[in-house]
Each structure stands twice: as structure tokens, then as C-alpha cells.
């Protein structure tokens, strides 16, 4: 890539990129603090209490060991509820550790003559502690803290699968889009901001030594010393700044009538066609209404999306028959399209309030698919055809995909389907592995543009196990009722994207690399709607 295209994309990329960065920040910031609240108090106390040490020391050692993205779904499911309190209470949970930890070795380590002579002149016990313990080791503390900021700067990245924002936004976008530059935009600005937090935190804790008391006044060191102890509160300033403000001079796209809009929550699951539907609805909303659509693109899976849906956190997201069906509902597959739809939209009603618009017109339904020259060689037609050598073959499914009724655990029992392993994969990277030979069967989506340009074979579904996916819009009922409009504006996508006209667009985006913005754009303005 040329530099002055790279200079000219992350130009065109720097007002949400500031934002994401002042967002980043403050989930690291505010989560370090309320660690550092907590961590301290707790050091504090068990070098008072040795009895306590081993199990207090061992629950924080155990939350430490929780993988970060189950525990961010944990306190998902926990809280009922998306975004940036799930992902803070996450981040002080692992902050702990090196916080409490590094308190109680700092305290220990205060010698025990200094402490005698402190009891030799009369100084009480809190006397002891706040006046020469704690000062003592303030550099280990503050070691501590360094080690947990710097932790939270990489592991904060995950937060944006929650919808928490940050840089790991980039890095969701472009997982999903296969999109390299999308992903650098995160990682180095990431990786980036945890050298300069390193950095920061590092020179306030050299501000701390003893020795720095005794550097002579007028020196490099003393006057230094004061710039050591602002640097972080430099970041925090930064931080908050980019996260509480839009500066003029950065975003310039935006007008001053923005802020009286009106604001409609939409959300995208985390893969292509989701990102180009949302983009769909989104720009139809903001040019038939008043509305700004607040967009909340790859939040997540299935579960996530309709949790935040049900719980008022978003007002709508393109959902499908079948997954309403059988990953929500937990309802047997229902093969006529019509009756599905039905079925789905008369029990969202009752069970949820929600309520399903007019699906777009295709069918995305799963495919079992392989590489074409391995269909050729082996006769592989239909799902049935893989049972001779499906304990030889490595599949490569979704998460979703894997657990699923109406996927792989349905599959099996219904094709007495064994296959000899099965990974997990993000849906973009699914289709990278098939292609470069590191799995033979993938769960492809029938209208994905990859199929095609990575030569593969969808198999014939010859049981008919699969459900229909008809996708169609799916809000609250509340929002429906109180803005008709959005429904009614809607309405215009209804029947308007056959199964060919989904695989060439979502093909646009992902072979290509076009924005997902201009090809629906293009799409809306060829249709005549926008």
C-alpha cells in the first residue's frame, strides 16, 4: 500500500479514531482506579492479617485465571446488560492482582529496624503505616499499578465485542470485513497507547524513589520530577477530553443540528451481510426522518443482540426466521418460510414485545460447504455424500455454529455426521482456513461472496434440515408505536434483495474491500429509494 493512500486513510478514519482512543482510555483509566481503590485497601489489610492471605490472594489469583472474553459474557449475562459497566467491572477484576499483590510485598519489605526506630519515637500504629510504610513502598505499589494498566490496555481492546467501544472496535470491524487495515487501525493505536501508558506511569513511579528527595535542587532531576508526576494526569486529561468532547477541527462532517436529532439505537451482528443491512436501515432512517441512527455494528452474536434488544439497550438489528426459531425460541424447524415467519413474529409478540418487520427477500440459510476440487475428486453433492469420510475431515465452524440445534449438534444427529475435528472460527477467517487447506468442511452462509471467490462448493441440504433464513428487521415494539415512521420507512427494504443480489453485494465488501457505506449507497440509489 502506498504511503500517501495509508496517509490519506488514516485521515479519513481520524475523527472516530479519536474518539475510540478517548474511549479506550477511559475504560483503562477508570477501571485502573477503582482497582487501585479496592487493591490497596485489601494489601493493606492482609499484611495486617496474615490468615486471610492465602484465600483472599486465591479468589483474586482465580479471577485472573478466567479467560477475559468469557468473563466480559459472564457479567454480560450476569448484568442483563451491554456496553461499558460490564466491560469496567471486567477490567478491575483482572487489575487486581498485580495491585494487591505488589501492596503487600511493598509493605512487607519496609525493614524491620526502620519500623522500630518509627516505634521508638512514639509513632502509633496508623502513624507507622501512613508515614512510613506506605511512602517506603510506594514504588512497588506503584509498580503494581503500572503492570495492571498496561494489562487493561490489551485486554480493553475485547470490550468493544460488548459494545463497550474503544480501539478494539477497528479490530471487530475488520475481523468481520477481512480487513487488514481496519485491524492495524486498532492494534497499533493499542499497542501504542500501552507504551505511552507504560511510559507515564513508569516515570511517576521513578518520581517516587527516596533517591529522587535528595537530588539537589536546580538539577535535571529535580526539575524533572514534576513532570514525572504530571504525565499521567496528562493521559487521564487527554483521555477525557477525546471521550466527553468532538472538537470542531477534527470533526468537521458533523453539523451543528446533530445534537437536536432525535436518536434511534441500531445494532449489527458481527459479520459482513449483518454490517451491510445495518448500514441499509441506518441510512434510510437518517434520510426519510429526522432520526440520527446511533449505529452499534458488531456487537456480537445472536445472544447478545437480542438480550440487548429485549432489554431496551438497542431499539432494533436485522435478525432471521430461522434463528428466531430455533436459537431463541428452541422451537423444531419449521421448513415453510411463511409459516416460520409466522410462527416467530406471533411469539416475539407475546414473549418479547418485539416485532418483525418485512423480511429483505433472501434466504441466507447455512451451507455445508467444501472446496470444489475436493467435491470434484470425491463426488461430494450433497451433506449425505460426507458421511463415508467425515471422521478423516476437519470442519471449521462458527462458535455460534457449534452449539447451536440448528447447527453441527442437530446436523450430526440428523446425517449421523461425525467429522474427525472441529474448530472454532470468527465467520471471515472461517472462509481464510478452507481456502488455505486448514480445514475441509466449513458452515458457509448461502449468500456470502466468498463462495464464490475462493472456489468452494455449497453441498445440497438432500434432509432438509436447515431451517429457512429469511432476515428481516426486527425492533422494539415501543419505538414501533410511539415513531411509526421507522416502520414505515422500513417497509421500503421489504422484498427489495434476492439470494443473488446479497452474494454480489456482500462480495463488493469482502472481495473487493469497498466501504460497506458506498456499496449500500449505491445499492439504495440504484433501487431508487434513497
Sequence with gaps: MRLDALFGYIVERLPELWLRTGEHLMLTGCSTLAAM?????????LSRTTWLRGPVMGVIGILQTIPSLAMLVFLLALLNKIGVLPALIALTLYALLPIARNTLTGLEEVSAEVMEAAEGIGMKEYQQLMMVRIPLAAPVIVAGIR???VV???????????????LGQFINRGLALANTKLILLGAVPAALLALVVDFSIGAFEWGLRPERKRDKKGSAQSFMRPLAFMLPVTLILIGSVAYFTKPGWIFKSETRFETSRRIIRLATKNFTEQLILGEMMAQLIEAKTDFKVQRRFNLGGTMICHGALVNGEIDLYAEYTGTGLTAILKHPVIADPEKALDHVTKVYHERFNLQWLKPFGFNNTYAITVRAA???????????????????????FTAEFAERPDGYPGLRQTYNLQFGEVRDFDPSLMYEAIAKGEVDVICAFATDGRIASYHLKPLK???????????????REDILKKYPEIGDVL???GGIIDDATMQQLNFEVDAKKRQTAKVVTEFLHAKEIL
Design 37 to 45: 481503590s479496592i487493591g490497596i485497601p485489601v494489601g493493606i489489610l
Design 147 to 149: 503492570t495492571a494498566a
Design 152 to 166: 487493561g490496555v490489551g485486554i480493553a481492546t475485547l470490550s468493544a465485542f460488548i459494545g463497550a467501544g474503544g
Design 374 to 396: 475436493d467435491a470434484e475428486k470425491y463426488k461430494w453433492n450433497t451433506i449425505s455424500d460426507l458421511q463415508a469420510l467425515a471422521q478423516g475431515l476437519r470442519a471449521g
Design 461 to 475: 441440504d438432500d434432509r432438509q434440515f436447515f431451517p429457512p433464513y429469511h432476515a428481516a428487521p426486527v425492533i
Design 491 to 493: 417497509e421500503l427494504l
